[in-house]
Antibody, heavy 126, light 107 residues
Framework: QVQLQESGPGLVKPSQTLSLTCTVSGGSISSGDYYWSWIRQPPGKGLEWIGYIYYSGSTYYNPSLKSRVTISVDTSKNQFSLKLSSVTAADTAVYYC??????????????????WGQGTLVTVSS | EIVLTQSPDFQSVTPKEKVTITCRASQSIGSSLHWYQQKPDQSPKLLIKYASQSFSGVPSRFSGSGSGTDFTLTINSLEAEDAATYYCHQSSSLPITFGQGTRLEIK
């Protein structure tokens, strides 16, 4: 079955850029039936959607983060990536990547998140 | 932005009890509402998709209902392993949003 794995630095200095990669295994990121997403969760708090990407490179971002976020895809490596610039302590969180259902046999619309990666804690601190 | 409000925030329950968690949307989202379970130090796991559709491999004691603005997750005959935080999520319109979570403690 499809599995997702996040990777990247666990510590980032304030004002720098957070960079994470999600590697997809057991399936192709180029499947037109799915989008791919980043979601984060500050310690002890709830879930916040960061953005979506399609294999074609089409992206949608949360307006609250849009000015600082870039999500990209590398279909040759079956990976997609997150860059978040000008980070502060408020960006300290567990970052998850997840697959998003999109097309069924009858129609296309964004749906549920499954599966999720195990998550990676990124701490912003000097 | 669509705001999802879950209630209660916290509930302490005994095994075999029936639990109901509600999720109210700030505007109609049809059936584009999904439920997740998150145990400590784990990633969320999908329980119910599109308000009432069971997801593969999820125990039958979990069920969902509702449409429009009011949704319910029901856990019949609660088991100790159901101790977790439960989140609802709407995919009707961007930005995607989640409820604040409901933490379930097993007595």
């Amino acid at each position: 079955q499809v599995q997702l794995q996040e990777s990247g630095p666990g510590l980032v200095k304030p004002s720098q850029t957070l960079s994470l990669t999600c590697t997809v295994s057991g399936g192709s990121i180029s499947s037109g039936d799915y989008y791919w997403s980043w979601i984060r969760q500050p310690p002890g708090k709830g879930l916040e959607w960061i953005g979506y990407i399609y294999y074609s490179g089409s992206t949608y971002y949360n307006p609250s983060l849009k000015s600082r976020v870039t999500i990209s895809v590398d279909t040759s490596k079956n990976q997609f990536s997150l860059k978040l610039s000008s980070v502060t302590a408020a960006d300290t969180a567990v970052y998850y990547c997840a697959r998003v259902s999109y097309c069924s046999s009858t129609s296309c619309s964004w749906g549920w998140f499954d599966p999720w990666g195990q998550g990676t804690l990124v701490t912003v601190s000097s | 932005e669509i705001v999802l409000t879950q209630s209660p925030d916290f509930q302490s329950v005994t095994p075999k009890e029936k639990v109901t968690i509600t999720c109210r949307a700030s505007q109609s989202i049809g059936s584009s509402l999904h439920w997740y379970q998150q145990k400590p130090d784990q990633s969320p796991k999908l329980l119910i998709k599109y308000a009432s559709q069971s997801f593969s491999g999820v125990p039958s004691r979990f069920s969902g209902s509702g449409s429009g603005t009011d949704f319910t997750l029901t856990i019949n005959s609660l088991e100790a392993e159901d101790a977790a935080t439960y989140y609802c999520h709407q995919s009707s319109s961007l930005p995607i949003t989640f409820g604040q979570g409901t933490r379930l403690e097993i007595k």
